[in-house]
């Protein structure tokens, strides 16, 4: 079946500190893959998204993630966060064919400690 | 600027009632999409619409329905059959259906059973 994981519920992590976000996906095509990330009670707003190509993709706001096909995982990291990152983050999977056919993972929920 | 208007942010609907929540977008795009968000849950496709009258039912359409008479409208009702509507209720749009287009999200609908 098809599936996106997302293992950490939660991440805490210091200001300044790195972060990566995990991701792990079930899929039989190739995947476009995506990371969303959304502030409390507002919408989603995309990070970044991988086709093809170079597999360390990057994004807005200084996050990378990076595809490795043979792990099924597409990590998102960033080097040093910021106070304003507290946000949750969603893993999304889908098909060359249709936006409709999104997979979502849970998502996970980033705390900064100050 | 552009983007997809929600409305109300906050609903409170008694049993047995159907309520009626609003998206218009002014991004020219041509498919349209409802998702229910739960806590601790991904995003669940309710409906979409990929052009002018013309809808179909995602993953959990039961209790709701939607129309789109206009390009830029995309209303979503939750009808009294829906027996658990309280929930996180957000709208989006793409260019169109294919497979990797950036969705764009609006600021989302609290919906809460009284």
């Known amino acids: 079946a098809q599936s996106v994981t997302q293992p950490d519920i939660h991440i805490t992590v210091s200001e300044g500190a790195s972060l990566e976000l995990r991701c792990n996906y079930s899929?039989?095509?190739?995947?476009?893959l995506f990371w969303y990330v959304q502030s409390p009670g507002q919408g989603l707003q995309l990070l970044l998204k991988?086709?093809?190509?170079d597999t360390l993709v990057q994004g807005i706001k200084g996050f990378e993630a990076e595809f490795k096909r043979s792990q099924s995982s597409f990590n998102l990291r960033k080097p040093s966060v910021h106070w304003s990152d507290a946000a949750e983050y969603f893993c999304?999977?889908?098909?060359?064919?249709?936006?409709?056919?999104?997979?979502w993972g849970a998502g996970t929920k980033l705390i900064i400690k100050p | 600027d552009g983007g997809i208007t929600q409305s109300p942010k906050y609903l409170f609907r008694k049993e047995g009632q159907n309520v009626t929540l609003s998206c218009e977008q002014n991004?020219?795009?041509?498919?349209m999409y409802w998702y229910r968000q739960d806590p601790g849950q991904g995003l669940r496709l309710i409906y979409y619409?990929?052009?002018?009258?013309?809808?179909q039912k995602g993953d959990i359409a039961e209790g709701y329905s939607v129309s789109r008479e206009k390009k830029e409208s995309f209303p979503l009702t939750v009808t009294s059959a829906q027996k658990n509507p309280t929930a996180f209720y957000l709208c989006?749009?793409?260019?169109?259906?294919?497979?990797?287009?950036?969705?764009?999200f609006g600021e989302g609908s609290w919906l809460t059973v009284v």
């Open positions: 989006a749009s793409t260019p169109d259906r294919e497979g990797g287009n950036t969705i764009y």
């Open positions: 991004l020219n795009h041509d498919a």
């Open positions: 899929y039989g095509a190739t995947p476009y």
């Open positions: 999304a999977v889908g098909a060359k064919d249709s936006n409709y056919q999104l997979i």
């Open positions: 619409s990929q052009i002018v009258n013309d809808f």
């Open positions: 991988y086709f093809s190509g």
